[in-house]
């Protein structure tokens, strides 16, 4: 998997095995699962109700923030979505280890547009803050700037293409005035990449791997980087400080709006959370199961979403650390039928996307009510792929049992349910049996 040569950045000096933590489950609002592998890239739409992920499963994801539900699932992505943005207009980009990048708009299935050009991963995405200029950065160790403002009816118009890099490139940001594009990769070098005739400082080494870069409201860099430090650089890179998080390679940062808060995770380091001004520690996050992938605090800055190995996304209060909208999230998943049984848990991860009852037509994925003895793709009220119509399978114990033992893509190619497996035959059992008689009718 061409995934993995992205963690030869965060994995520089990082020895032995990780192992995933994953903390008590909140479930419902303060926790979002659907995706069937790691949560690689989140953004928070313009609208502020909306968040969309990406992941190694290589599916997208559209919740709907204030119910904790998904919209929507699309796939277009050959494999892992490494990176998604927030577009104008309701619309957003992503772009994957194929090398492509979508742009998705309105309640579209299918990409508006395409933009083709990277020959390896696209490992990050960047919007100006205009919105009229979508930058990338790939493996093929090239940043591209892409003017989406000036799209036809022929498609996007070609990239401006930087291709000074000496390594894969991991991280990419917009200068606040969009005069130029900040990049980090592999090589431990930091570029400034000018947009204008304006001329750009001199690259700065810093001898190890960069991970990811964020930039203030003010115009300081933040950089993340494979030693396990958090560095501040102004305009110019000069290095104005440096923050020692002390536990290894990181992969992500981001910054609450007004830039005073610094949040960081990685392989085998929690989230932290640090004052930009003095560098102290704020708070730590001990929930998320490792490694963290993505970080993204909300539009206000008072919440801080996070994905991370454990396929899930949590929301936490950014003030306290504690897990976001707890109370309704309890009411929400004590509102399943039978919830102590083992299925009912197990459910968690379809929940998102399906509901039980006959009127629920408004998720990501069909209702289950009624599921046994039903075919494939004929529930009513849910708009199905042709693929799906085509197939000749009838739902019972024994078919549910296969799809969660091979996974949807296998056992049902051209849905856009993510990948969801349970290896535990004791875990397959639990879920079936639940299933019977919760959406019995």
Request: glycine share 14%; with cysteine; net charge neutral.
């Amino acid at each position: 998997m061409r995934a993995a040569m992205w963690l030869a950045g965060v994995l520089w000096a990082f020895g032995g095995a990780v192992r995933a933590e994953g903390g008590a489950s909140a479930g419902g609002l303060a926790e979002l699962r659907g995706h069937g592998g790691p949560v690689r890239a989140l953004a928070v739409m313009a609208d502020r109700a909306t968040l969309v992920t990406g992941g190694f499963d290589s599916a997208l994801i559209v919740w709907d923030l204030a119910s904790g539900g998904a919209r929507r699932v699309l796939r277009f992505h050959g494999s892992t979505v490494n990176a998604v943005a927030a577009l104008p207009g309701g619309c957003f980009a992503s772009g994957g280890e194929d090398a492509r990048i979508a742009i998705w708009c309105g309640d579209n299935t299918e990409p508006t547009g395409v933009l083709d050009g990277h020959t390896a991963p696209i490992t990050q995405l960047a919007v100006s803050a205009d919105g009229r200029q979508l930058a990338s950065v790939s493996f093929d160790r090239t940043a591209r700037v892409w003017p989406l403002a000036d799209a036809g009816p022929k498609g996007f118009d070609g990239p401006k293409v930087f291709d000074g890099s000496t390594g894969p490139l991991n991280a990419v940001a917009f200068l606040v005035d969009g005069t130029g594009i900040v990049t980090g990769g592999y090589d431990g070098t930091v570029r400034v990449l000018s947009l204008t005739a304006q001329p750009a400082p001199r690259p700065l080494s810093l001898g190890v791997p960069v991970n990811a870069i964020a930039v203030s409201s003010d115009g300081r860099l933040v950089i993340a980087g494979a030693d396990g430090h958090v560095r501040k650089l102004a305009r110019d890179l000069t290095v104005e400080a440096d923050f020692d998080v002390g536990s290894g390679p990181l992969t992500t940062v981001a910054l609450t709006p007004d830039g005073a808060i610094i949040a960081t995770a990685g392989m085998r380091t929690q989230v932290t959370m640090i004052e930009a001004a003095t560098g102290k520690t704020a708070l730590e996050i001990l929930g998320p199961g490792l490694p963290v992938w993505s970080l993204a605090f909300s539009a206000d800055g008072r919440e801080l979403y996070t994905g991370g190995q454990d396929r899930a996304v949590r929301r936490w209060v950014t003030a306290t650390g504690k897990p976001a909208g707890t109370e309704q999230a309890a009411v929400a998943a004590q509102a399943l039928p039978f919830a102590d049984e083992r299925g009912a848990k197990l459910f968690a991860a379809c929940q998102a996307c399906h509901g039980l009852n006959l009127g629920d037509t408004a998720k990501a994925g069909p209702t289950l009510a009624g599921l046994f003895g039903r075919k494939i793709a004929s529930a009513p009220g849910y708009r199905y792929s042709e693929a799906l119509k085509g197939l000749n399978i009838v739902w019972t114990a024994e078919t549910v049992g296969k799809l969660f033992t091979v996974g949807p893509t296998l056992y049902t190619p051209g849905t856009k349910m993510p990948e969801q497996t349970l290896s535990d035959p004791g875990d397959r059992e639990a879920l079936i049996s639940w299933l019977a008689k919760v959406t019995a009718r």
